[in-house]
């Protein structure tokens, strides 16, 4: 691509070899080529948007019926599947509060042997 495309102040370099006007036009072919490929591209983005746009359009009503057609193909857990889980997940949350408060105790009480029994604040 052109140097003086990108900034118009651009002085050719005395070493630099000036174009002939075969590569100029060379030049100005592939400028032109990159700017109809990107539009292309711009086009396609476009486009895609557009669909998405339409997709996302469904009626409130229609989307009322998929979610009630999604939620019966739905595996349900037992009641009693439910309560299991529910008394593993706050057995573990307490087993992991006491040895949190146990770290804490122990470190405080290190904490207070080091400095002589003074406080934090």
Do not use: C
């Amino acid at each position: 691509m052109a140097k003086e495309q990108f900034n118009p102040q651009y002085k050719p370099n005395k070493e630099e070899p000036e174009l002939t006007r075969a590569e100029k036009k060379a030049q100005q072919r592939e400028i032109k080529a990159a700017q109809k490929e990107q539009a292309r591209i711009d086009k396609e983005k476009q486009t895609k948007k557009a669909e998405k746009t339409k997709k996302e359009k469904k009626s409130l009503g229609k989307r009322l019926k998929e979610t009630g057609s999604e939620l019966k193909k739905v595996t349900w857990p037992t009641f009693g599947k439910t309560a299991k889980q529910t008394g593993v997940v706050i057995a573990v949350v307490v087993f992991f509060t006491l040895v949190l408060l146990g770290f804490d105790g122990l470190l405080g009480t290190i904490y207070h042997l080091l400095t002589g029994g003074k406080g934090v604040f």
